[in-house]
């Protein structure tokens, strides 16, 4: 009985022991899992941090490339169309300057090597593009023109039926390409064919058979500016290589190869004065004359440097009493007078604010034809400003 009992508190303390055993062993497991929840938990947090990193790396890279590609747009722009710069324009095609004549729209424009639109300028020959860079028709070719400017014209008919004798007038907008006429018909030239003396002077040196050196220079500048008989007959002789007769022949084909229709030079011009005037056959027009000085001021009289040349001879004249008269000094006038006994001209061009124009005027039979030639520039000028 005694031994019953004693195994009986044996198997109560193993029983206990058990169960304490038990429960130290869940408590060591609830911690356990607590300590790897939390290291879970840490190592969770970790990689989603270290993924949301990554995830905005990705998009701040996204970003910065977006950022580049758009800055990079910017910076390679492709130029297409019109561009001015400075002043020039210019016309692109894929960032590429165009050259040469070019049709863009309805006209075709003219680009010099450089891709600068030229204007109001001969590109080659019967080829001119007008104020606006564009290339004119055929019909409107710099020389001819067009037939316009009636109110003008009116205006200057109903002016000159009061004067005595006749007049033949020729006007044109070298900005519009528009003209006039009146009464075109031949008519002896005086000292305006000196115009067309230095032309020839200036074109033979153009091709190497005639030297510019400072004589001619000289006789060209007194020729011009001071309407000099001798110095004219001199550089006729000069075309004829040494003989006047010669020189008048050379000189009236070479203007029957420029288009001057209604021009002849086959007399040179007396020292003294024009009493005789029986064998007189030399001739020209308003026309003609108009022509040549818009050769002058389009660069096309000979080349760009002697239309220079030409020009600044025009402007140092010093017979001022016809057309530049009723110029005023904001304007710029170059001229050339001719007269004899019965007959006054004046050939000029104008560069005004409104305007460049040519204007040419030969009279006959008008003893008030000075002031009379004045009066008319002055319609003209206020016409056109």
């Not at 210019?90 to 010099?112: D, M, S, W």
């Not at 003396?197 to 004589?215: R, V």
């Not at 057309?323 to 050339?336: D, E, L, W």
Request: overall charge positive; proline content about 1%; aromatic content about 8%.
């Amino acid at each position: 009985m005694k031994s019953k009992s004693k195994m009986t508190i044996s198997c109560i303390f193993l029983f206990l022991l058990c169960l304490i055993l038990l429960s130290f062993s869940l408590n060591k497991c609830e911690s356990l899992t607590d300590n790897q929840l939390a290291s879970n938990i840490a190592s969770n947090n970790a990689s989603y941090n270290s993924s949301e990193n990554a995830s905005e790396n990705i998009d701040d890279s996204k970003k910065s490339t977006t950022e580049e590609n758009a800055n990079n747009k910017k910076t390679k722009t492709v130029l297409n169309g019109w561009v001015k710069k400075s002043g020039k324009k210019y016309y692109y095609i894929n960032n590429k300057k165009v050259t040469g004549l070019k049709k863009i729209g309805k006209y075709k424009y003219y680009f010099n090597k450089k891709g600068v639109m030229q204007k109001n300028k001969m590109i080659a020959k019967n080829k001119f593009v007008n104020k606006k860079g564009r290339l004119v028709n055929k019909s409107e070719l710099y020389e001819y023109g067009v037939n316009g400017l009636s109110g003008l014209k009116k205006k200057l008919n109903s002016q000159i039926k009061n004067y005595n004798g006749s007049y033949s007038i020729y006007v044109k907008n070298l900005d519009t390409n528009r003209y006039m006429v009146i009464n075109n018909k031949e008519l002896y030239p005086a000292s305006t064919v000196k115009l067309y003396c230095m032309e020839a002077i200036y074109d033979k040196a153009n091709k190497g058979k005639l030297k510019i050196d400072t004589t001619t220079l000289s006789l060209l500048n007194s020729m011009i500016t001071v309407s000099s008989n001798e110095a004219y007959n001199q550089l006729v002789t000069k075309l004829g290589n040494g003989s006047l007769s010669k020189g008048l022949t050379y000189l009236t084909n070479y203007c029957k190869k420029q288009g001057y229709k209604d021009t002849v030079c086959a007399n040179s011009l007396p020292l003294s004065s024009y009493n005789n005037m029986s064998s007189v056959k030399s001739h020209t027009s308003v026309r003609d004359l108009g022509h040549l000085i818009e050769r002058i001021n389009r660069n096309s009289l000979v080349n760009k440097s002697y239309s220079k040349a030409a020009k600044s001879l025009m402007l140092k004249q010093q017979r001022r009493s016809k057309i530049p008269s009723a110029i005023p000094s904001s304007a710029s006038c170059g001229n050339k007078t001719g007269e004899i006994p019965g007959m006054d001209h004046d050939a000029a061009f104008v560069l005004s604010k409104n305007a460049d124009y040519v204007i040419v005027v030969m009279s006959k039979g008008d003893y008030q034809a000075i002031s009379h030639i004045s009066s008319i520039s002055k319609t003209v000028y206020n016409h056109f400003n």
